[in-house]
């Protein structure tokens, strides 16, 4: 019996698999050329179960095989292991194999990973740091588990079989080895790898690992349930033969071609079906269990006649599973009725081609979602690869939901209630918050795709951008070659965006753009500047450089903002007292005595015009020198002062000796001195400097300032009889409040 069953099951293709058909390019030998590449790396390395590593591939290969894999999704379960002990992975297998290997590879090692990390984390979860209930994952756990291979999953959906494959032969090991199995690990595979391979139509691999998840977790009740079973194993094996010839040979008789079948029963099936229906070992009535498989509809329901007909019926037992699918596709008839004797029977009636999705599912079943009541009869195809993906995708998001009404008691709230999954229209899944929008999913996708939305398809329907979008839809965006957001996007009141990382971006939009605006306005102002002073051929960055700033933009940027003046520019691009020039004098406030009464006098020679460099604006004390002009006499200058020294460096001969004179009259003579203040900016910064002036009897005759993120930089002109005088106000004005520094030019 159950070499027949397995026969039939190998013949069979999984859903998931048709899917994947054609993802990974077949290569001649790629499953041998796999495994000697693999073979030198994973021979004497063992995983953290214990078991060898190249083993384990094997046994991996070896189921995928038997549920209909292609030789190249064998060939990828070698490489997802050699990834672990290769320098650069992808690089590697990517050049003997090609990319779509490498990804799948790289893609799988990556989900293991972060599932292995999150077992270990629920692990240290449980009570006083120990082990978790081993019937239950926590939801949050649960939930995180889920979500990253629905993400994983929706990338590539041969992961899903190399998944189920691995964790399948992880139990398989445990079990040969008699091992303790952890329990995060055996429960991961009861709640969240079985519920994922019944969603996929994939069941013999979701019967053998519930089997062996409840060995591992509940042995004792496992251990009592196989017992019970093997009691009467002989008896009921001899009943169920005997059944099956009767209903093979009369229906036959009937002109309908059947195949009768026992069926297995699994153990955990069993104990589930005893706990959620209350019942005893003796009343579970499907103990006993037929399948008959006919060519047609009409036939399955010519079978169940004849069943209830020469069988006594229980009524409260009997489901439609053709008028009404399951869920996840699954079609058949199912009845229980009594023998002679009074024992329970259970029967499935169901056609070859549900029989086929039934055990593993089949590529011309792809369209279930759009069959409804039609079922599998035929009058609904697949449309290709990309429905079948569509298929498999929107499956995963129902075994979401599933789980999801499981943990709460409600249909399709609870653990994931904070979020949604979505497709594109290449079918990947995008994960968004509760509420999200179109225009949500276009900014989950691509930046410039949000930017650029103007309208939305979901499920091929025109809707409103801000329609909230629900699990499973399929999303499509009309974007616009260029443009931008709308300001409406970021109103709470109208519904446009949910997600806050959507909302950063469209703010974050429009500050560039703002940014920009105000750039532009700068760079203009400076430009016009630079063209007024015939100073075009500059290069901006040298000439931000120069003003302190890192380059032309930031530059741009103040002086868009009115935070930094274009005087600042001109003073730079128009020095004081260019070298060149030596003719700009600035002549004494007062007349300028003569003989030694008071201004300024050269030594050894009498009478000799003489004027007061505007650069460094020398005054009584300070050391002085002369240097003699063409035209305008002699320029006074401090004796520190670089121009001095660079026309001194031209011309050494053109210097002499210049003394201060005694002044005369009862004022003197008074001389302009140019101060400087750095301060933090402030509200009544001037008034207060000003003021200290004023008490000081020291008259202002000029102020500049500007201010720059919050410094202020002033330079007051003031007069004074002699600077050491000066040096004394300067003291009272850096103490000043906010005032860093008070210095003479």
């Known amino acids: 019996m159950k070499s027949s069953y397995a026969e039939h099951s190998a013949s069979a293709t999984p859903q998931v698999i048709a899917a994947t058909a054609d993802s990974l390019p077949e290569q001649v030998g790629a499953l041998a050329r796999a495994r000697a590449f693999a073979e030198p790396l994973l021979a004497s390395e063992c995983l953290d179960t214990g078991e060898n590593v190249l083993q384990h591939a094997d046994a991996v290969a070896a189921i995928l095989r038997t549920i209909g894999g292609s030789e190249a999704m064998q060939a990828a379960s070698y490489l997802v292991y050699a990834c672990d002990h290769l320098n650069k992975p992808h690089e590697v297998i990517a050049k003997a194999f090609g990319e779509n290997f490498a990804d799948l590879a790289l893609e799988t090692t990556k989900l293991v990973r972060l599932q292995r990390m999150a077992r270990l984390a629920h692990s240290q979860q449980g009570p006083g740091g120990g082990t978790a209930p081993p019937m239950a994952q926590t939801a949050a756990a649960q939930t995180e588990s889920v979500r990253k291979m629905l993400l994983a999953f929706s990338k590539d959906l041969r992961v899903v079989m190399l998944r189920l494959a691995s964790r399948l032969q992880t139990l398989r090991h445990f079990a040969a080895t008699k091992r303790p199995v952890p329990p995060g690990l055996a429960s991961e595979a009861l709640q969240v790898f079985a519920p994922l391979a019944n969603r996929l139509g994939i069941w013999e691999i979701k019967w053998e690992m519930e089997d062996l998840s409840f060995r591992f977790l509940e042995p004792d009740t496992y251990k009592q349930v196989a017992k019970l079973l093997d009691e009467k194993r002989v008896e009921r094996e001899a009943s169920v ?33 005893m706990r959620g229906k209350s019942l005893g070992f003796d009343q579970v009535y499907d103990i006993r269990a037929l399948r008959i498989v006919v060519p047609t509809v009409p036939d399955c329901y010519a079978a169940l006649s004849w069943v209830h007909s020469h069988f006594t019926p229980v009524t409260e037992e009997f489901d439609d599973y053709i008028a009404r699918p399951k869920p996840n596709g699954y079609q058949s008839l199912h009845t229980v009725v009594r023998d002679a004797g009074g024992q329970p029977i259970e029967v499935q009636i169901r056609t070859q081609a549900m029989h086929d999705h039934a055990e593993h599912g089949v590529a011309a079943h792809w369209a279930y979602k759009e069959a409804g009541a039609k079922g599998y009869g035929g009058t609904v195809t697949a449309a290709g690869e990309y429905d079948a993906k569509i298929a498999v995708l929107r499956q995963l998001l129902a075994w979401e939901r599933d789980l999801s009404g499981a943990h709460t008691g409600t249909d399709g709230q609870g653990m994931f209630d904070d979020r949604i999954y979505v497709l594109t229209p290449d079918a990947a899944i995008v994960e968004l918050p509760q509420g999200a929008t179109a225009v949500d999913f276009a ?32 999303v499509e965006i009309n974007a616009a070659k260029e443009g931008g957001p709308s300001r409406d996007w970021l109103n709470p009141e109208l519904g446009y965006l949910v997600s806050h990382r959507a909302r950063a971006k469209v703010r974050a939009w429009f500050n560039a753009l703002a940014m920009g605006e105000t750039m532009a306005k700068g760079r203009e102002a400076v430009e016009k500047l630079l063209q007024r002073e015939g100073k075009t051929a500059i290069k901006l960055d040298d000439l931000a450089g120069q003003l302190g700033f890192n380059n032309a933009d930031a530059l741009f940027e103040v002086v868009g903002k009115d935070e930094f003046s274009l005087r600042n520019i001109e003073m730079l691009l128009r020095p004081p007292e260019p070298p060149s020039t030596q003719d700009d004098y600035m002549p004494l406030k007062k007349p300028r005595a003569t003989g030694g009464k008071g201004g300024v006098l050269v030594v050894g020679i009498d009478s000799l015009m003489t004027q007061l460099a505007k650069c460094c604006k020398p005054a009584p004390p300070d050391l002085i020198s002369g240097f003699v002009t063409r035209g305008k006499g002699v320029s006074v200058h401090r004796s520190d002062c670089s121009n001095l020294r660079n026309m001194v460096n031209r011309s050494g001969d053109r210097l002499i000796e210049v003394e201060w004179g005694v002044p005369t009259g009862k004022d003197g003579n ?41 410094i202020a930089w002033m330079t007051f002109t003031v007069e004074v009889a002699e600077s050491g005088r000066l040096a004394r106000v300067l003291k009272i004005v850096g103490e000043l409040a906010g005032v860093r520094a008070a210095r003479r030019r």
């Open 443 to 474: 900014y989950s996708v691509h930046t410039s795709l949000g930017h650029r939305c103007r309208g939305a398809k979901v499920d091929g329907a025109m809707v409103p951008l801000n329609t909230p979008l629900k699990n499973g839809q399929t």
């Open 241 to 273: 033969e005997r059944l099956r010839q009767q209903l093979a040979d009369e229906l036959a008789g009937q002109g309908v071609q059947a195949t009768v079948q026992g069926r297995p029963k699994h153990i955990y099936s069993i104990v589930k079906k």
């Open 670 to 710: 008074v001389y302009p001195v140019d101060v400087a203040v750095e301060a933090i900016d402030r509200q009544g910064l001037l008034r207060d400097i000003s003021e200290v002036f004023a008490k000081e009897k020291m008259n202002v005759i000029g102020v500049q300032t500007q201010s720059v993120k919050g």
